[in-house]
């Protein structure tokens, strides 16, 4: 046959060997070329069709001549499976910073009950430990009797839990801490939330106004005298302090302002330190009115912080303030230590604590240093539907640089989610018909991945928070042996199978 193919032009025609030629005839039947009717022709029968055919789901496989590019990524944590090609789907921040990402920090979307708790606490937790990195949690979910849903996850790793309660009887994170500090001074540049603006922020919170000018310059007067003091002495200033002087006249105020605004200066720092006093005797005492406990100093020196805020009420200002000091102490020495180049994962499930007020607006502007501070941050939300248009946390789903959506029981919580994505249409439907562990990631323009979460057995028995409603109680993390020294290496031997 190749003889036949390359024959020259003019050439005589080649002769083929009658038993090659019986070959070719009993595998290939020879028939008659199909003879072209006139009429049909003239009525344009051979011409190509506008307009479709009917045919079967067999014959159109041959119209399915392209591919599924696999991923061919490597670098990073795996995740799960993408549903449509089988490839293993990664979604690690910090290894796709650069390429596909330009936002480190990361929104879980979706409804009660649809795994985003297992995917939080897996991929974006105990896994990105294995990979040597460090997870804070900031717990507000409660689970039982044992205190928050991350209290199985932060024994089986032999970690400290640090739990706040009102009255004193808990954990205390000083909001006038020293590593809060106006002053932080960091190679590059990098500055965090001080104590002016954390602590102006907690009085508009609870003075339910903004704070004018004379009293943000009473305020910022207070906080200097009361920190000069405390270094004098060897003692770490209290809230109580600022609320004291705020309500006396001190003599530097006169330096200050001048002997023209002497009188009217006593008056400016009466309103702020009224809520001050109030809060060190109401929603905040011994939480953030008293000296930093060990056991917060001692934090970081784990793989996983756990800051257990379960017991904290959802009204008032406590929750919200909590939270937003944790953050902004833990930017804060992270700036400092910015030297070390440490990667961290803050997590903060109820993302919507985060959102809302003044404190949460310094919350949202820390996030902003995420890069420079090398701090994931990690918030869940459920339903888009309930946010107004110009809510906060609406920006913090939309400035996210990787998204899980999960699934929606809702049609306008569906199509809210679309519209904020802008997905397709057809999405609407498919985020209320998939399964539990069933998400669509988007990771910054790319097309977004429909995704299985694969969990080992072990993962599988840490996220598992049923037991609760099914009146059981599981001892197998109990029966888990733990090695004698904790470290990245075990850590990721625990977890080895979801990989």
Same mark, same amino acid.
């Given at each position: 046959?190749?003889?036949?193919?390359?024959?020259?032009?003019?050439?005589?025609?080649?002769?083929?060997?009658?038993?090659?030629?019986?070959?070719?005839?009993?595998?290939?039947?020879?028939?008659?070329?199909?003879?072209?009717?006139?009429?049909?022709?003239?009525?344009?029968?051979?011409?190509?069709?506008?307009?479709?055919?009917?045919?079967?789901?067999?014959?159109?496989?041959?119209?399915?001549?392209?591919?599924?590019?696999?991923?061919?990524?490597?670098?990073?944590?795996?995740?799960?499976?993408?549903?449509?090609?089988?490839?293993?789907?990664?979604?690690?921040?910090?290894?796709?910073?650069?390429?596909?990402?330009?936002?480190?920090?990361?929104?879980?979307?979706?409804?009660?009950?649809?795994?985003?708790?297992?995917?939080?606490?897996?991929?974006?937790?105990?896994?990105?430990?294995?990979?040597?990195?460090?997870?804070?949690?900031?717990?507000?979910?409660?689970?039982?009797?044992?205190?928050?849903?991350?209290?199985?996850?932060?024994?089986?790793?032999?970690?400290?839990?640090?739990?706040?309660?009102?009255?004193?009887?808990?954990?205390?994170?000083?909001?006038?801490?020293?590593?809060?500090?106006?002053?932080?001074?960091?190679?590059?540049? *990098?500055?965090?939330?001080?104590?002016? &603006? @954390?602590? %102006?922020?907690?009085? #508009?919170?609870?003075?339910?106004?903004?704070? /004018?000018?004379?009293?943000?310059?009473?305020?910022?007067?207070?906080?200097?005298?009361?920190?000069?003091?405390?270094?004098?002495?060897?003692?770490?200033?209290?809230?109580?302090?600022?609320?004291?002087?705020?309500?006396?006249?001190?003599?530097?105020?006169?330096?200050?302002?001048?002997?023209?605004?002497?009188?009217?200066?006593?008056?400016?720092?009466?309103?702020?330190?009224?809520?001050?006093?109030?809060?060190?005797?109401?929603?905040?005492?011994?939480?953030?009115?008293?000296?930093?406990?060990?056991?917060?100093?001692?934090?970081?020196?784990?793989?996983?912080?756990?800051?257990?805020?379960?017991?904290?009420?959802?009204?008032?200002?406590?929750?919200?303030?909590?939270?937003?000091? *944790?953050?902004?102490?833990?930017?804060? &020495? @992270?700036? %400092?230590?910015?030297? #070390?180049?440490?990667?961290?994962?803050?997590? /903060?499930?109820?993302?919507?604590?985060?959102?809302?007020?003044?404190?949460?607006?310094?919350?949202?502007?820390?996030?902003?240093?995420?890069?420079?501070?090398?701090?994931?941050?990690?918030?869940?939300?459920?339903?888009?539907?309930?946010?107004?248009?110009?809510?906060?946390?609406?920006?913090?789903?939309?400035?996210?640089?990787?998204?899980?959506?999960?699934?929606?029981?809702?049609?306008?919580?569906?199509?809210?989610?679309?519209?904020?994505?802008?997905?397709?249409?057809?999405?609407?439907?498919?985020?209320?018909?998939?399964?539990?562990?069933?998400?669509?990631?988007?990771?910054?323009?790319?097309?977004?991945?429909?995704?299985?979460?694969?969990?080992?057995?072990?993962?599988?028995?840490?996220?598992?928070?049923?037991?609760?409603?099914?009146?059981?109680?599981?001892?197998?993390?109990?029966?888990?042996?733990?090695?004698?020294?904790?470290?990245?290496?075990?850590?990721?031997?625990?977890?080895?199978?979801?990989?």
């Amino acid at each position: 046959m190749t003889s036949l193919l390359n024959r020259p032009k003019g050439a005589a025609p080649a002769t083929i060997p009658t038993e090659a030629m019986d070959v070719v005839e009993s595998v290939v039947a020879r028939r008659r070329a199909p003879r072209r009717n006139k009429w049909l022709d003239r009525w344009g029968w051979y011409e190509p069709r506008p307009e479709g055919v009917w045919s079967t789901t067999r014959q159109g496989e041959a119209l399915n001549l392209a591919t599924t590019r696999k991923n061919v990524r490597h670098e990073g944590l795996v995740s799960g499976r993408n549903l449509m090609s089988n490839a293993l789907v990664i979604t690690d921040p910090f290894a796709l910073y650069g390429s596909e990402i330009e936002n480190i920090n990361v929104a879980v979307v979706g409804d009660i009950g649809k795994a985003k708790s297992s995917l939080i606490k897996t991929t974006l937790g105990l896994r990105q430990i294995a990979a040597g990195r460090q997870v804070v949690v900031i717990d507000k979910k409660r689970q039982g009797d044992h205190g928050g849903e991350y209290t199985k996850l932060a024994k089986t790793l032999g970690v400290p839990s640090i739990k706040f309660k009102t009255g004193g009887d808990g954990a205390r994170l000083n909001l006038m801490d020293p590593a809060i500090s106006s002053a932080v001074n960091t190679s590059g540049g *990098i500055v965090p939330a001080g104590q002016e &603006v @954390l602590i %102006a922020a907690v009085l #508009e919170d609870t003075m339910q106004r903004p704070l /004018v000018q004379t009293e943000i310059a009473a305020l910022n007067l207070a906080l200097r005298l009361v920190n000069e003091r405390a270094s004098q002495d060897h003692t770490e200033p209290v809230l109580r302090d600022v609320a004291d002087l705020l309500l006396s006249t001190p003599e530097e105020a006169t330096a200050t302002f001048g002997p023209v605004w002497e009188k009217d200066a006593c008056r400016w720092g009466r309103d702020p330190g009224l809520a001050l006093r109030q809060l060190c005797e109401g929603d905040l005492r011994g939480l953030v009115d008293q000296p930093t406990s060990e056991d917060v100093r001692n934090a970081l020196d784990h793989p996983l912080v756990h800051f257990d805020v379960s017991e904290l009420p959802n009204k008032g200002p406590a929750l919200r303030v909590v939270m937003t000091v *944790i953050n902004t102490w833990l930017s804060n &020495v @992270l700036a %400092a230590r910015a030297s #070390e180049h440490k990667q961290t994962v803050l997590i /903060v499930e109820e993302g919507w604590h985060i959102a809302e007020g003044s404190t949460g607006k310094v919350f949202r502007d820390n996030m902003k240093l995420s890069r420079g501070l090398g701090l994931s941050t990690v918030s869940a939300f459920h339903h888009i539907a309930d946010l107004p248009a110009d809510s906060p946390a609406r920006a913090l789903m939309q400035e996210a640089g990787i998204v899980f959506l999960y699934g929606q029981d809702r049609v306008d919580d569906a199509e809210q989610t679309v519209r904020m994505y802008h997905l397709p249409d057809y999405c609407v439907d498919l985020l209320m018909s998939m399964r539990k562990g069933q998400c669509l990631v988007v990771m910054g323009k790319s097309d977004p991945v429909l995704m299985q979460h694969e969990r080992s057995p072990l993962e599988i028995v840490l996220t598992d928070t049923d037991e609760v409603i099914r009146g059981e109680s599981t001892m197998l993390v109990e029966q888990i042996r733990l090695p004698d020294e904790l470290d990245a290496a075990a850590i990721a031997e625990l977890v080895g199978e979801a990989q």
